[in-house]
């Protein structure tokens, strides 16, 4: 794909569904009795994929396109899945399933694509284990067909589940994928289950486990769940994506002459970082049609062209937006002065090394950028061009480039925007609709 720089962009946009919360509808809706109903869910391949292995373990999921109906079985109808879980490239399915698959009885194997198979799965494979479930890495040069095991924590993996008993867990890192699995694995479990986090992570588990029914507390950075629920199908309404919304917040901001209304995004205080970042930059950003929907706050977020400078993301606030951060570096690029980002060494794990292919990218195009071990320094205000940027299939490399590309002078090339639609199947035709 090639972008050249465009004058403006005006006009309304709904992004897509939420990913994190469309995962969590079909796991839940999965594992409650009745019927569950999903609107505004994420069509993106990600969030296909649960449905996928859902599917293979026996629960009917209709999707109508534009809405997914789930007929539950409860928390111990799921069956026995026959063959392998195909995750796809999604980190979330991985990690969230094997937290419901360790308190099944039966055995399971999971496997996904190069990106999936060198993401870390140590980190729950060490609390679900301390549970009482146990994990089996496999080589994936002989997976599945001569099963030999190996100790690298990643997938494919095989879960056997087991009767579980409740933990208290001091997690090493901020991560809802790590806390989701923990509490999905003591919604089976023996006696509370807790986790602590270093820093409190997105909370959608917690709010929306306790709409199933679940008995669920948060107190400060720890959240306990009881075990042996009765969950009731429910109606979920999706929010829009603040991820997704990301890309229109810089768009708006950084194109001159340029105003942007994007319609029912989530603004979870433990999401909302990338407004809270854009604001500290300066950027003309203001929160309208505040509402609640489905126990998640919503807002329409309207963004104008603004000029920012440099600031400081670091500590408590790397969590709240630790997938915007591609395209917070590509704001800082254009901001002026320098931008520190720290406490992010969680980028390296995502679906590519984030902080070495964003300093890739950035210095190709011409920015000042210093890679550090736990995230960057980048000196904005250097004149950026157009140039080839290499995504490494990163679904937030590719939609983060692309608005730098239509900011920079020059032809800027993807070596494959398609990898978008894992999160954001409509990006580019979103884009096309704003463009005067």
């Known amino acids: 794909m090639i972008i050249t720089d465009k004058y403006s962009f005006h006009g309304e946009l709904l992004v897509p569904g939420d990913k994190s919360i469309s995962h969590r509808s079909i796991m839940f809706g999965a594992i409650s009795n009745g019927l569950t109903t999903v609107s505004n869910f994420l069509q993106g391949a990600d969030c296909l994929s649960t449905i996928a292995c859902f599917r293979k373990m026996g629960i009917a999921i209709e999707n109508s396109g534009k809405q997914i109906y789930i007929q539950g079985k409860g928390l111990h109808g799921l069956a026995a899945p026959a063959g392998i879980l195909d995750v796809g490239n999604s980190g979330t399915t991985t990690r969230l399933i094997s937290g419901i698959l360790a308190g ?32 089996e890495s496999w080589n994936p040069d002989t997976f599945p067909y001569s099963l030999q095991a190996t100790d690298s924590g990643c997938a494919p993996f095989t ?80 929010p829009g994506d603040i991820s997704s919304a990301a890309y229109f917040i810089a768009l708006g901001l950084l194109t001159p002459h340029s105003e942007i209304l994007i319609k029912n995004v989530g603004v979870n205080p433990t999401r909302d970082g990338m407004i809270q970042a854009a604001l500290a930059m300066g950027g003309n950003l203001t929160l309208l049609n505040e509402h609640t929907v489905s126990g998640e706050p919503v807002a329409d977020i309207l963004v104008k062209s603004s000029s920012l400078h440099g600031t400081v993301i670091s500590g408590e606030m790397i969590p709240t937006l630790i997938d915007e951060i591609p ?91 398609r990898c978008a639609a894992i999160s954001y199947p409509s990006f580019y035709d979103d884009i096309l609709a704003l463009a005067d």
């Open 159 to 238: 879960v056997r589940g087991r009767h579980l008993h409740g933990i208290h867990y001091q997690s090493p890192v901020a991560s809802a994928q790590v806390k989701s699995a923990v509490l999905l694995a003591g919604l089976y479990a023996e006696g509370e289950t807790s986790v602590t986090e270093p820093v409190l992570s997105r909370n959608h588990t917690e709010l929306m486990l306790s709409g199933f029914g679940a008995k669920v507390t948060s107190d400060g950075r720890t959240a306990t769940v009881k075990p042996q629920p009765k969950l009731e199908g429910q109606d979920v309404h999706v």
């Open 327 to 417: 395209i917070l570096a590509v704001m800082a690029a254009f901001a002026e002065g320098t931008t520190v980002i720290r406490d992010a060494k969680e980028l390296k794990v995502k679906e590519s090394d984030r902080i070495a292919v964003i300093s890739e990218n950035l210095t190709a195009m011409g920015g000042s950028i210093t890679p550090t071990d736990d995230g960057m320094s980048i000196e904005g205000g250097k004149p950026l061009h157009g140039t080839q940027i290499q995504t490494h299939l990163d679904h937030r490399i590719a939609m983060a480039f692309t608005i730098a590309g239509l900011n920079a002078p020059g032809e800027t090339t993807l070596d494959d925007e």
């Open 104 to 135: 099944q009885p039966f055995e399971s194997s999971l496997d996904g694509d190069a990106s999936i198979r060198r993401r870390p799965m140590k980190r729950i494979f060490t609390p679900l284990s301390q549970m009482g479930a146990e994990f």
